[in-house]
């Protein structure tokens, strides 16, 4: 079964203050299904991160103030509302949260790429590699609009999802879309503007299940704490 | 008395217990391929307890919606079709999955010398060979053919 697009839903709060938003799913996902949301926020000056509980980052960006942010999770059939909150700052907020059946369920996060400008009206993110295919590609492009009016258009290749915020000035427009890969030929995204603004592109990558499961490996020099302890833990391995 | 527009209806019920045993199935359709081709990681077999788990309490959450029972009856129409049945039957092989996982895979954590890692510097991996998971595969493949 390829992978799907189920549902999705977005949010904007008219507010230049907010330090989190919310979006509100129309049904409960499904249990093992994909989660995917794009926030942006607009006059975001400060914010280090955009965050969500049991939501993962797959790519942020920030520039001239403006923070966006791509997060998955795989659902365990309650996240109707999702709250994505911001660190070290606020802003005026829009997001998108897309539901997509068909993907792994353990290790769905298959690669992303990003890329903003303080100013441009076209922006392409390095190319991501499949790991294992098929698969699905997600493709935000978001901006802060200025003095003028902007619309933002759906990548080539892929297909809409869904446009969340304003097209008039000083508003942040949020447009999502996502196509599905049956090999692991490089993938690439390019976002487009109706003109220069503040825009952000991202791409990230998700597997269907396969047997090729590759689990990332850890870094021991990660986990060596500063005091020099010379001692780690590791799971123990025996069946009786 | 006020509208009820907050309850899950049966058709919403329905609709979700379908989709979330067809993800169920496709997924560990491919996990009981990766246990059987490769060794698994401690980490994979989490993941293996946790597809089941949110399945399960899914399930589990959307089995008490009333009237759930009549109306999948009726949009199978079929009269040798017991769906209950086959409900709580789709449910006991994911808990006899999990149940052979708690009682199998070891959730202890041991400490072990820096000196034992291998040269790259990496945590060593703990793995279950096939042969170790020949059981729980037998169990994933229970759970797999519980959903047409």
Same mark, same amino acid.
């Given at each position: 079964?390829?992978?799907?697009?189920?549902?999705?839903?977005?949010?904007?709060?008219?507010?230049?203050?907010?330090?989190?938003?919310?979006?509100?799913?129309?049904?409960?996902?499904?249990?093992?299904?994909?989660?995917?949301?794009?926030?942006?926020?607009?006059?975001?000056?400060?914010?280090?991160?955009?965050?969500?509980?049991?939501?993962?980052?797959?790519?942020?960006?920030?520039?001239?103030?403006?923070?966006?942010?791509?997060?998955?999770?795989?659902?365990?059939?309650?996240?109707?509302?999702?709250?994505?909150?911001?660190?070290?700052?606020?802003?005026?907020?829009?997001?998108?949260?897309?539901?997509?059946?068909?993907?792994?369920?353990?290790?769905?996060?298959?690669?992303?790429?990003?890329?903003?400008?303080?100013?441009?009206?076209?922006?392409?993110?390095?190319?991501?590699?499949?790991?294992?295919?098929?698969?699905?590609?997600?493709?935000?492009?978001?901006?802060?609009?200025?003095?003028?009016?902007?619309?933002?258009?759906t990548p080539a290749g892929y297909t809409f999802i869904?446009?969340?915020?304003?097209?008039?000035?000083?508003?942040?427009?949020?447009?999502?879309?996502?196509?599905?890969?049956?090999?692991?030929?490089?993938?690439?995204?390019?976002?487009?503007?109706?003109?220069?603004?503040?825009?952000?592109?991202?791409?990230?990558?998700?597997?269907?299940?396969?047997?090729?499961?590759?689990?990332?490996?850890?870094?021991?020099?990660?986990?060596?704490?500063?005091?020099?302890?010379?001692?780690?833990?590791?799971?123990?391995?025996?069946?009786? | 008395? +006020?509208?009820? /527009?907050?309850?899950?209806?049966?058709?919403?019920? %329905? $609709? @979700?217990? #379908?989709? !979330?045993?067809? =993800?169920?199935?496709?997924?560990?359709?491919?996990?009981?391929?990766?246990?059987? +081709?490769?060794? /698994?990681?401690?980490?994979?077999?989490?993941?293996? %307890? $946790? @597809?089941? #788990?949110? !399945?399960?309490? =899914?399930?589990?959450?959307?089995?008490?919606?009333?009237?759930?029972?009549?109306? +999948?009856?009726?949009?199978?129409?079929?009269?040798?079709?017991?769906?209950?049945?086959?409900?709580?039957?789709?449910?006991?092989?994911?808990?006899?999955?999990?149940?052979?996982?708690?009682?199998?895979?070891?959730?202890?954590?041991?400490?072990?010398?820096?000196?034992?890692?291998?040269?790259?510097?990496?945590?060593?991996?703990?793995?279950?060979?096939?042969?170790?998971?020949?059981?729980?595969?037998?169990?994933?493949?229970?759970?797999?053919?519980?959903?047409?």
């Amino acid at each position: 079964m390829a992978a799907t697009y189920v549902q999705d839903q977005e949010a904007y709060v008219s507010s230049a203050s907010e330090t989190g938003i919310s979006v509100t799913l129309d049904a409960a996902p499904t249990a093992n299904n994909l989660l995917v949301a794009h926030v942006h926020v607009r006059s975001g000056d400060g914010i280090s991160a955009i965050t969500a509980s049991g939501w993962s980052g797959a790519s942020f960006e920030i520039v001239s103030g403006e923070a966006s942010a791509v997060l998955y999770k795989v659902s365990d059939g309650t996240e109707t509302t999702t709250t994505f909150s911001f660190t070290g700052g606020n802003g005026e907020p829009a997001a998108i949260v897309t539901e997509f059946s068909g993907l792994d369920s353990i290790a769905p996060f298959d690669g992303a790429s990003s890329v903003a400008s303080g100013s441009a009206s076209s922006l392409t993110p390095s190319d991501v590699t499949p790991s294992s295919a098929p698969g699905l590609a997600h493709g935000g492009v978001s901006c802060s609009i200025g003095s003028s009016s902007r619309t933002l258009d759906t990548p080539a290749g892929y297909t809409f999802i869904e446009s969340a915020g304003l097209t008039s000035a000083y508003n942040p427009l949020i447009r999502t879309a996502y196509k599905t890969y049956a090999d692991t030929t490089a993938v690439s995204v390019t976002g487009t503007a109706s003109g220069a603004t503040e825009l952000a592109v991202h791409l990230a990558l998700f597997k269907e299940p396969t047997a090729g499961y590759t689990h990332p490996t850890l870094s021991a020099a990660t986990l060596v704490p500063a005091g020099g302890n010379t001692y780690q833990p590791r799971v123990s391995y025996s069946f009786p | 008395m +006020a509208f009820r /527009a907050s309850n899950v209806i049966p058709q919403t019920a %329905y $609709q @979700t217990v #379908k989709a !979330a045993a067809v =993800q169920l199935r496709l997924n560990v359709q491919a996990m009981v391929a990766h246990l059987a +081709a490769t060794n /698994a990681t401690y980490d994979y077999l989490r993941g293996v %307890y $946790q @597809t089941l #788990k949110r !399945a399960n309490d =899914q399930f589990t959450s959307l089995r008490s919606t009333p009237g759930l029972a009549d109306y +999948a009856m009726a949009q199978e129409d079929d009269p040798t079709y017991d769906v209950a049945a086959e409900f709580v039957g789709m449910q006991n092989t994911i808990a006899s999955a999990l149940a052979w996982m708690e009682a199998n895979v070891p959730l202890s954590v041991t400490l072990r010398p820096l000196s034992e890692w291998n040269d790259g510097g990496s945590l060593v991996a703990t793995s279950f060979t096939p042969a170790q998971t020949a059981q729980l595969r037998t169990h994933l493949n229970e759970v797999v053919a519980s959903v047409a």
